[in-house]
């Protein structure tokens, strides 16, 4: 291979473990921001439902104001304003909380779409209100909502390349490290596409099996 | 407070009325339930019969009157002048006499078959949980459903999840029972199964029962009195002999007519 062609193969597979160890990074954060996306989003959709004024309103405009602006700008507003954490942590307690908003209409959507009659016979069998949200319409709610999980999880993982704005090595920055110091940026960041349709591909053929399965 | 012996009713309705915004589906009604009778409602779609099921199991709110059950004011209550809802704890402490069979069976497809009979009697009635397995499975014999204990409640056809459902009511042990229409979604091969499982219930149990049905015949065998509803008002209340057969009143006459096809 000439010194004039774009593709090197030997490069591309030298940054290999580089960013695997940088999937690695990308991988922990969004199963950690999901995690905060799930349980946040739960409480907020939980919240949204109570009659009172004074915790939702102030609530959605929180979650309006998460939802409008880009998480690009949140990540490093936080990160800049938060210097004693660690960017690692920010990132994936940013993006937790971002999806959490996204996280909290899927809650919102699975919750109304367990039939009237359930809670009906939830009465008809003089449960708690405690007891039929554990027993009965959670259960049945967060079924409907695995297949957003999923797809949230997939576009959550697909954003981790912004967390190169607050230092952390996840796959993207790995693969432009790679290219600053070699400057074979075009295998670098062709492995770093393929690594990401890798994992993200297959991902989607669940979550999409998963919809028909529960549809 | 509870009564139930002597002559005090089971159900009483007094001047209940209930509005769906403009709509005026019960307009002061008054009837009464002695304790052990069962009693079938008939009338037109729209004639209040379900409404008024729904409303002995809170699952509607009443927009004025009382119900008591066993003499105790339920949903709502007299403070001197003043008529107000009574509070939810209070409600469930009544609310655990009653148990509804629905038109669409309700079972939590969460939940396996015998997990849907023994959820509220151990989680509101505090039995142990071999206790309420014992007597569910006691139960699942009573309508056929032994063998079907451990499935998901989707494994079932429509007049299998009917008995479950019935065996769930009955596991509250509850003194009044309700059942809506509780044969409307079956294919008609199927209702037999289900009637003559709430026969014997009828014929071994001494339940209180309030039915709104289509299944005129067998309205006639297990009911001790039928109410004929017409625009929330009851029209005519005979033994389900002179019903049937004999009715007075002109509005039954149609009905009955349309229905039997007579």
Do not use: C
């Amino acid at each position: 291979m000439n010194d004039d062609s774009i593709w090197d193969w030997e490069r591309a597979w030298e940054v290999l473990p580089d960013l695997l160890a940088g999937l690695w990074v990308t991988i922990q954060i969004t199963v950690l921001g999901m995690i905060i996306a799930s349980v946040l989003g739960l409480f907020i959709a939980l919240a949204m439902r109570t009659p009172s004024k004074w915790l939702t309103t102030p609530l959605k405009f929180l979650v309006d104001f998460i939802r409008m602006t880009p998480v690009l700008v949140q990540l490093v507003f936080v990160y800049l304003l938060l210097t004693a954490v660690p960017g690692y942590v920010v990132g994936f307690v940013v993006l937790g909380v971002h999806y959490a908003t996204y996280m909290s209409e899927v809650y919102r959507a699975g919750i109304e779409a367990v039939p009237k009659g359930q809670w009906e016979a939830a009465t008809a069998l003089n449960m708690s209100k405690g007891r039929t949200w554990r027993a009965v319409i959670l259960p049945q709610a967060i079924r409907n909502t695995l297949p957003g999980l999923g797809n949230y999880a997939i576009s959550m993982f697909k954003e981790t390349p912004f967390l190169f704005a607050i230092s952390v090595t996840e796959m993207y920055k790995a693969g432009q490290d790679y290219g600053a110091n070699t400057f074979s940026y075009i295998e670098a960041l062709t492995m770093v596409g393929l690594l990401f349709l890798a994992v993200s591909y297959p991902t989607s053929l669940l979550v999409r099996r998963m919809e028909i399965r529960l549809a | 407070m509870t009564n139930t012996s002597g002559d005090v009713p089971a159900i009483e309705f007094r001047d209940v009325t209930k509005r769906f915004g403009d709509n005026v589906v019960l307009d002061g009604l008054n009837f009464s339930v002695p304790q052990g009778q069962r009693i079938t409602l008939i009338g037109p779609s729209g004639s209040g019969k379900t409404t008024i099921l729904r409303l002995l199991m809170t699952l509607e709110e009443l927009s004025g009157g009382l119900i008591l059950i066993d003499g105790d004011p339920y949903t709502h209550e007299y403070k001197g002048e003043k008529w107000v809802a009574v509070p939810e704890k209070r409600r469930r402490v009544v609310r655990n006499r009653v148990g509804m069979v629905f038109q669409q069976f309700n079972l939590f497809p969460n939940m396996t078959v015998l997990e849907n009979i023994i959820e509220s009697p151990v989680h509101v009635l505090g039995k142990s949980k071999a206790e309420a397995i014992a007597d569910a499975e006691r139960l699942l014999e009573k309508v056929g459903m032994s063998e079907k204990r451990d499935f998901n409640t989707n494994q079932l056809s429509g007049g299998q999840q009917q008995r479950v459902a019935i065996a769930r009511a009955l596991a509250m042990d509850p003194e009044i029972l309700l059942l809506d229409e509780v044969t409307s979604a079956l294919d008609p091969e199927i209702v037999a199964d289900v009637l003559d499982v709430l026969r014997e219930i009828a014929e071994t149990t001494d339940i209180t029962m309030l039915l709104v049905t289509h299944e005129m015949q067998f309205a006639r065998e297990v009911s001790d009195r039928v109410l004929m509803f017409d625009k929330g008002q009851i029209v005519e209340e005979a033994d389900p002999e002179t019903m049937f057969t004999n009715p007075s009143h002109e509005r039954t006459k149609e009905f009955l007519k349309a229905v039997l096809g007579g």
